[in-house]
């Protein structure tokens, strides 16, 4: 249960730092529009994502299981944290994140962080899936620039109130979503390792502002962002509310632990490295009960971001450290110019977002695979879409240990032998 950097700043030299610099600046430019578009999706401010990302993603990485996780606010949290605040307030949710961290340090010295190994892989493909249809639903009203008043968080009453309004498209706001969209592949494929999102969402928006086009904007919405961490606090706590939000809390817990870990087990790939689960959860929980003090949203190991953190050279947690100061000092002293952040570029790159984490590249394998296992992801898809993912994770983990339980009793393991008689 070890922080990793504990670890690796043994041998720290002069030449790690210039890569870890690097390669945080340049996380930190990804992270900013990501931030800021993930806070705006769930239902929050825009300066929370900012929050979570400096708070949460410093303590990641400072007390983490892992050389180079990025952590911070995650589009794998929108729908989660969309649905608390709408169901018990903003205050309701930091409990919940609150409690949340709490589940995750009792876990983590628990040493439960290996049992994320046991839930079944077409339980998470199967739910990253719904999660990602969700998350581009919800950004099609700010990307064609629709004018409604209140989407519905269900998804066919969400769906029907969105063809409704489809003669009040904005053509303008549409070109503008469009052309970050298109940017940013551009971008991506020209460049790998250049923080891309950055360019592409600042150009467009730069583009609304100098020609003054009618095109809502960050500002226009939510007025001027803080430039200021605000002061930690705590919610109010009483028994009747952590019973309430007892389930919120587990399953923002469980979703923090699986995404952490996977985006662990991916780093390790990149770097050919290995990382210690028990110190990841435990760092996930500090971190919660951290972003939460801090009036935060939930936060957790960012695939995507920790991906761009080996890509630009990253070698150590230092990289993470340093991502999270940039985003702070972005807030402390250019603060008003994120407030022209247009919002159809911000749905852009959530729509690319909810692509990307669906890993589409990866469908055709699915459906190749075993009948019950393509029932399953389907099942838990579905669930996730028209139910809620808390009845999705439920049902698809029950389903799925059920389904290996039966399996294991129908087949002899691979290494067993029949006994003489």
């Given at each position: 249960m070890k922080p990793k950097i504990l670890t690796t700043l043994r041998d720290y030299d002069r030449e790690q730092f210039a890569s870890d610099l690097i390669a945080g600046v340049t996380v930190a430019m990804v992270a900013l529009p990501l931030s800021l578009a993930i806070a705006i999706a769930s239902g929050a401010g825009p300066e929370k994502g900012l929050v979570t990302a400096i708070v949460?993603?410093?303590?990641?990485?400072?007390?983490?299981?892992?050389?180079?996780?990025?952590?911070?606010?995650?589009?794998?949290?929108?729908?989660?944290?969309?649905?608390?605040?709408a169901d018990h307030g903003y205050d309701g949710l930091v409990l919940a994140t609150l409690m949340a961290g709490a589940i995750m340090i009792a876990a983590g010295y628990l040493r439960a962080g290996n049992l994320a190994a046991y839930v079944p892989g077409p339980v998470i493909n199967g739910f990253t899936i719904g999660i990602g249809i969700i998350i581009a639903t919800s950004q099609i009203k700010d990307l064609f620039?629709?004018?409604?008043?209140?989407?519905?968080?269900?998804?066919?009453?969400?769906?029907?109130?969105l063809w409704a309004a489809r003669d009040t498209i904005g053509l303008q706001t549409l070109t503008i979503g469009l052309v970050t969209m298109a940017l940013i592949v551009f971008l991506r494929r020209l460049a790998p390792r250049f923080p891309g999102l950055i360019v592409a969402v600042g150009l467009t928006s730069a583009a609304v502002a100098i020609a003054a086009l009618p095109v809502e904007t960050i500002y226009s919405r939510f007025g001027p962002l803080p430039s200021t961490l605000p002061h930690p606090s705590l919610p109010q706590i009483s028994l009747a509310r952590?019973?309430?939000?007892?389930?919120?809390?587990?399953?923002?817990?469980?979703?923090?632990?699986?995404?952490?870990?996977?985006?662990?087990?991916?780093?390790?790939?990149?770097?050919?490295?290995?990382?210690?689960?028990?110190?990841?959860?435990?760092?996930?929980?500090?971190?919660?009960?951290?972003?939460?003090?801090?009036?935060?949203?939930?936060?957790?190991?960012?695939?995507?971001?920790?991906?761009?953190?080996?890509?630009?050279?990253?070698?150590?947690?230092?990289?993470?450290?340093?991502?999270?100061?940039?985003?702070?000092l972005v807030m402390l002293l250019a603060a008003p110019l994120a407030g022209y952040l247009a919002m159809p570029a911000l749905a852009g790159l959530l729509i690319l977002t909810a692509w990307n984490m669906s890993e589409p590249q990866k469908w055709r394998g699915y459906m190749q695979g075993r009948m019950s296992d393509r029932v399953l992801l389907l099942l838990t898809l579905v669930l996730t879409v028209f139910a809620g993912l808390t009845i999705a994770i439920g049902v698809g983990v029950s389903v799925g240990l059920a389904l290996r339980l039966r399996r294991q009793g129908a087949e002899p393991e691979k290494d067993w032998t029949p006994p003489d008689r």
């Open positions: 949460a993603g410093f303590l990641i990485s400072l007390l983490g299981g892992s050389r180079v996780q990025i952590g911070g606010p995650t589009g794998a949290f929108i729908v989660v944290v969309y649905s608390i605040i620039g629709l004018s409604i008043a209140e989407v519905p968080a269900e998804f066919i009453a969400k769906m029907s109130t952590i019973t309430e939000l007892l389930p919120s809390a587990i399953v923002i817990a469980f979703l923090a632990s699986i995404e952490s870990l996977l985006s662990a087990m991916v780093a390790d790939r990149m770097i050919g490295g290995k990382h210690r689960a028990n110190a990841e959860i435990l760092a996930q929980g500090f971190a919660n009960i951290g972003s939460a003090l801090f009036v935060g949203l939930p936060a957790t190991g960012a695939i995507a971001r920790t991906a761009t953190n080996v890509r630009a050279g990253g070698k150590t947690p230092v990289a993470g450290i340093i991502h999270a100061l940039t985003i702070l």
